[in-house]
């Protein structure tokens, strides 16, 4: 297996936390377990994703909520927020206010662009401001204003009894340097680094100059750097779908290859007028997805990730996925497990 360029410095997972629609609490308790499995297994981070009008997490930062008081040290990341759905003070404030709860462990990451089936949706979402909504950049430029203590409004002081603040409260000092973007192309790459972001790349991008996954990868991950006042030491994390076998059973082997397999055709060629590509999932012992992930180009230029968990897997499925990855993949990956909280 070749060398590492560099030793691998944090590693996370991500959910989407599904659950069945007749017993909702069953799976966000299953989300709040795993959480709490990856603090004591020594993962860095935890991630979650959205998905509204699902039967997955429609509401991460209230879930991350809860597992801020149920663990003590692994960080608590979205990947991602897509901010069509949101306002932008509004998040603001629920952001600070469970950085806060945590103990200053919130990453959260968003996206801009309308919101999926926006068509289907746009009457309930926003029934009088359809068609004059913002889903650019302009709306994540608001929440990092919002996030970093510029004023909201020019109104301040007392009233009465109540004093008001013209900034959003509560203010959660150091959240604002933990605000990551997920992109997928050139431009939002250069914009996060521009803006002072973390950047987040995971297993779609924009084929724009090749068609190649690895090579578009690494374009993205050198443009956000050339444009961030950190330069080479501005932070990105990178989000595959990793699924080790170490300690599967026959069964759980046989359902992760047909997984895979299944999957593996959308990753031959783009999709859609915007090209997008994915890249394909990765399952086999450590160390043959470590040689793997050594093979590709942008995997050697990071030193953070934050795998995906295969999104129709069961929990005991997670368990063994996580203390694979958290006791076999991230040593081989020249990983340490952080002290457990």
């Known amino acids: ?72 040290r692994i960080e608590l990341g979205t990947a991602v927020i897509p901010l069509g759905w ?33 068509d289907q949706v746009k009457d309930a979402l926003y029934p009088d401001t359809a068609d004059t909504e ?17 004023p909201a409004t020019d109104f301040s002081g007392v009233e009465g009894f109540e004093v008001f603040s013209d900034r959003v409260q509560p203010h959660a000092a150091g959240l604002g340097g933990r605000l990551w973007y ?16 973390n ?6 991008v924009k084929a724009e100059e090749s068609e190649d996954f690895a090579e578009i990868q690494l374009s993205h991950v050198r443009a956000f750097r050339a444009h961030h006042p950190d330069g080479e030491r501005a932070r990105v994390s990178q989000g595959l779908v990793v699924i080790p076998t170490d300690s599967a059973t026959p069964e759980q082997r046989a359902k992760y290859e047909a997984y ?37 180009a942008a995997f050697r230029e990071i030193d953070e990730v934050a795998f995906a968990l295969p999104f129709t897997f069961g929990h005991a499925d997670y368990v063994q996925i996580l203390t694979d990855i958290a006791t076999r993949l991230g040593p081989a990956l020249g990983w340490r497990p952080s002290a457990q909280g």
């Open 260 to 296: 895979v397999e299944k999957r593996t055709p959308r990753t031959t060629t783009t999709h859609g007028p915007a090209r997008m590509m994915f890249a394909p999932d990765l399952v086999g012992t450590s160390a043959e997805i470590a040689e793997r992930l050594y093979a590709q």
């Open 86 to 118: 949101e306002n932008p003070l509004r998040l603001a404030e629920d952001l600070a206010t469970v950085d806060l709860l945590s103990g200053g462990r919130l990453n959260p990451g968003v996206s801009v662009g309308p919101p999926m089936h926006f």
């Open 1 to 72: 297996m070749p060398l590492p360029t560099r030793p691998l410095r944090k590693l996370g997972f991500l959910t989407i936390g599904l659950f069945d629609d007749a017993d909702p609490r069953a799976g966000h308790e299953s989300t709040l377990e795993i959480i709490e499995l990856g603090e004591r297994l020594g993962f860095d981070s935890a991630w979650l994703r959205h998905r509204h009008l699902q039967y997955g997490i429609s509401s991460p930062v209230a879930v991350l909520a809860a597992a801020s008081q149920r663990t003590s």
């Open 134 to 150: 913002d889903f650019g950049y302009d709306r994540v430029s608001r929440l990092l204003d919002f996030v970093r203590g510029k």
């Open 182 to 197: 997920g992109g997928g192309s050139l431009r939002s790459a250069r914009w996060a680094g521009e803006h002072g972001m």
């Open 199 to 204: 950047f987040l790349t995971s297993s779609v």
